[in-house]
């Protein structure tokens, strides 16, 4: 492992050589990630969900920030039974460049800031789905900071990854992955 994580970090210049991509590859796995970075807070007044140019975006470096994941995940060998995002352009474009497999848009995963949504029914439904899944499934869930906390109990940074395990109560968080921007 520490011969993976010296290589990453030689040819991925963000990576950390404390990432323990490994947790994302054990069966069960529910990895929770908030978009790469896009700068700001919030959408503009005048937001549509069908207009990337109303909302806010990921810059350059969130780019970037996605393509770096995506490579430190294929070089570890992690891979995914499916990669559910939200329908937000910033979650979309990150879980496009994650280059893991073909996004499917779920807009139980669209942002509940600010009073849009329904934050308990849509962590519901998240949870529903993923319960029909077969345990040993491994899901990538692409998503906003309000949805990561209401799914994990806790709070998240641009990009980084909350790796967590089904239990009959919800998600137990196992670990957290960064890659700096």
Do not use: Y
Not at 153 to 179: D, F, H, K, P
């Amino acid at each position: 492992m520490r011969l993976m994580s010296l290589i990453l970090m030689l040819i991925l210049p963000g990576a950390a050589l404390a990432q323990d991509w490994s947790l994302l590859k054990e069966p069960g796995t529910v990895a929770v990630m908030r978009h790469a970075l896009a700068p700001g807070v919030g959408d503009p007044a005048n937001f549509d969900l069908e207009d990337c140019s109303s909302q806010r975006v990921l810059d350059e470096r969130g780019r970037e920030q996605a393509r770096q994941i995506g490579a430190a995940m294929r070089a570890a060998g992690v891979t995914f039974d499916a990669v559910w995002t939200s329908q937000w352009c910033r979650c979309t474009e990150t879980a496009e460049l994650l280059g893991m497999g073909a996004p499917e848009e779920f807009p139980a995963l669209n942002s509940h800031f600010a009073g849009q949504g329904d934050p308990e029914g849509q962590a519901a439904e998240v949870m529903a789905r993923i319960a029909e899944m077969p345990a040993e499934a491994r899901v990538l869930l692409v998503t906003h900071q309000v949805n990561v906390s209401e799914l994990t109990g806790t709070g998240t940074t641009s990009g980084e990854i909350i790796v967590a395990r089904r239990t009959g109560a919800g998600l137990e968080v196992v670990g957290r992955i960064a890659v700096a921007p």
